[in-house]
């Protein structure tokens, strides 16, 4: 077996190479009809993540190629990244930053909108492999978990995390950090839009460490300029 990698290539090489690949390994770039039009041998396409969004489901289908992720892979660097941008946010540490490098200490005039994790109620919207390992971590810091799924978990795994299943929007209604973790597919694009930003507490704080597209983003700019 030969591995080959793209951004290594010319696009002579590139060319050539992929009217000959058997197999592609792929994280950011787009595989669709014309993309695989080059690519006539190919048998499989591996995500080297988790989301499958930016792999036509069409072009694989009608050529009979396998399509398969790295479920789990990516679990505990995003739970890390999603706590991370919670605590950023709830500290002010992005904002701080910015102030202080500018030479400005600004620690009262951000103080009142600063605020703990712990007795927070935590709302996930997903509760995946992602899901899961972010509650696993956010519980440590002392939040109430509630959670909205499309298929609930057992009972057993519920007391583990110490979460409730609660409907989409009583968790929008009661929570006070959201986040999502959920796959972007045509269910899931813009679930979060104008009614249930409108749910959400006043100082509720949403962080999306998945797809974009879960929220309508013209809906987040109207609210947040309201």
């Keep these: 077996v030969r591995i080959y990698f793209w951004t290594e290539l010319e696009k002579e090489q590139q060319e050539s190479l992929l009217a000959q690949a058997e197999y592609l390994m792929n994280a950011i770039f787009i595989i669709d009809e014309a993309f695989l039009h080059k690519a006539p041998n190919v048998k499989m396409v591996l995500r ?24 789990g892979i990516n679990s505990n660097c995003v ?10 946010l709830y500290r002010k540490l992005c904002f701080f930053d910015k102030r202080l490098k500018s030479g400005h200490w600004d620690i009262a005039t951000f103080r009142a ?5 712990r007795g927070k109620v935590h709302g ?8 899961q390992r972010t509650a696993e971590i ?17 009972e057993a795994r519920e007391k583990e995390l110490n ?21 972007l597919s045509e269910q899931t694009r813009g679930l979060i839009g104008e009614k249930e930003l409108a749910y959400m507490k006043p100082n509720a704080i949403i962080v999306n460490t998945t797809r974009g597209h879960i929220i309508d983003e013209k809906e987040l ?6």
């Design 48 to 71: 080297t993540g988790v989301g499958l969004d930016n792999v036509s489901k069409e072009a694989t289908q009608k050529r009979g190629i396998i399509v398969t992720n790295a479920q």
């Design 79 to 88: 739970a890390e990244m999603t706590i991370g941008m919670i605590l950023c």
């Design 113 to 117: 909108d600063m605020y703990e994790i």
């Design 124 to 131: 996930f919207i997903g509760m995946g492999n992602i899901g």
């Design 138 to 154: 956010s519980r440590v810091f002392g939040t109430k978990g509630i959670y909205y799924n499309r298929t609930r978990l057992s």
């Design 163 to 183: 979460l409730k299943y609660v409907s989409l929007q009583e968790l929008i209604e009661q929570s006070d950090i959201i986040t999502l973790h959920v796959a």
């Design 221 to 226: 700019a109207r609210a947040l300029e309201e």
